[in-house]
């Protein structure tokens, strides 16, 4: 029932836009984050004190961007992964694929939110 | 539920038919993109909870993500990322033709406008951390 809903027409093109959106976000704004809080903070080529962070991190606009950012990524990975599942590796259960994948990325997004707004 | 047979011969594909072709591997592993770019989800998601917890839980988070083990996979996630952010370049004049005037935008303007995009929301984001 959930999978039909999910690969049902109705919303599929909502889908393949939030897929688009998210690949957009991920080309332009992912490098320079991962670059930034994987390896220039961690290993201490540059420094942002706590509170700097926090004060960014705590403004509603930032949480706004960042909520929109990671739920449009999240949708973008799932539904590329679930065509790689169909195409790469040949699986059958589309179904059932379908409903994994967006289902992971709906539980990503609801932690997305109680993360960026409990901070 | 019983599908009907198909009337046509299929010839069966193997799983591995994509090693083939550089064309082809180049294709599989854009598209295996997907993974890491969630997986830096999750990283910016835990990093965002540990400076809500505090300045101890913001140091603990930093010295796992210098752990050996943390850098060497976030070094293939973000090189999976910078081939997601090419590929997707090039690819979007293929998407969609911009028209200007009547004219379609070159290709090549449309990539270049968007590495300057790239660089523009970079330098916001180095400016608004480390201010």
Known sequence: MTTRTVTGRR???????????????????LPSLALLF????????VSADHAQLAAVLGHPLTALVLLGSFVLMLVHSAHRFRYTLYDG????????IAGVCYGAALIGSLAAVWILFTV | MSTPLPRTYVRPVSTWWWVRKRSYFVFVMRELSS?????LVVYLLLLVRAVGRGGAAYQDFLDWAASPGMLVLNLVALGFVVLHTVTWFALTPQAMALRAGGRVVPPALVVASQYVGLAVVSAFVYWLVTR
């Open chain 1, 11 to 29: 919303v599929e093109p909502l889908v393949w836009l939030m897929f688009s959106g998210g690949g957009v976000v991920a080309a332009v704004l």
């Open chain 1, 38 to 45: 994987a390896f220039a903070l961690p290993l201490g080529w």
């Open chain 2, 35 to 39: 993974i890491f770019v969630a997986w």
């Open chain 1, 89 to 96: 590796l040949q699986l059958k259960m589309k179904g059932t």
